[in-house]
């Protein structure tokens, strides 16, 4: 089942057990996957990859309103965040543990020779592609600056 099919399965789940907070989630990525196949080039169809893409751009979105939210004290939007942040992420493939990252990293840095802080792009580039879809990019830069420290 795409990812297209099984959103509007569950956004008729949704709309008969009333679920707003899940509906308004599913709307949200339904939206995004008709923006993807109406951009030029996309022939109407999208790939699983661009769907990862599009998801993992959305719960970026979600935590950085998220985070804003929180420091300016208000919980009322931060509570709608965290409920399509908890929507959005079951659409997702389980993301790594930080150990498990950390080892992939290491093995990246051992590869391409990296000893510094001025090796951090080779890694980062690497372990971009490699943990695509599976580790989130701000916890995966973390873990380059502090091996490469």
Request: aromatic share 2%; charged share 30%.
């Amino acid at each position: 089942m795409s990812l297209e099919q099984n959103i509007m399965a569950s956004m008729k789940d949704a709309m008969k057990a009333k679920d707003e907070a899940k509906l308004r989630s599913l709307r949200a990525i339904k939206a995004e996957i008709i923006k993807a196949k109406t951009e030029p080039g996309s022939g109407g169809e999208i790939d699983e990859a661009t769907e990862q893409k599009f998801l993992q751009k959305m719960v970026k979105q979600r935590k950085d309103s998220l985070e804003i939210f929180e420091k300016q004290g208000r919980e009322d939007l931060a509570i709608k965040e965290r409920e399509e942040l908890a929507v959005i992420e079951k659409f997702l493939p389980a993301q790594m543990s930080m150990a498990d990252i950390t080892a992939i990293v290491k093995n990246i840095i051992t590869s391409t020779g990296a000893s510094s802080a001025a090796d951090m792009g080779k890694v980062m580039g690497a372990a971009t592609k490699q943990l695509a879809g599976k580790a989130d990019g701000k916890m995966i830069s973390g873990i380059v600056k502090s091996l490469l420290a």
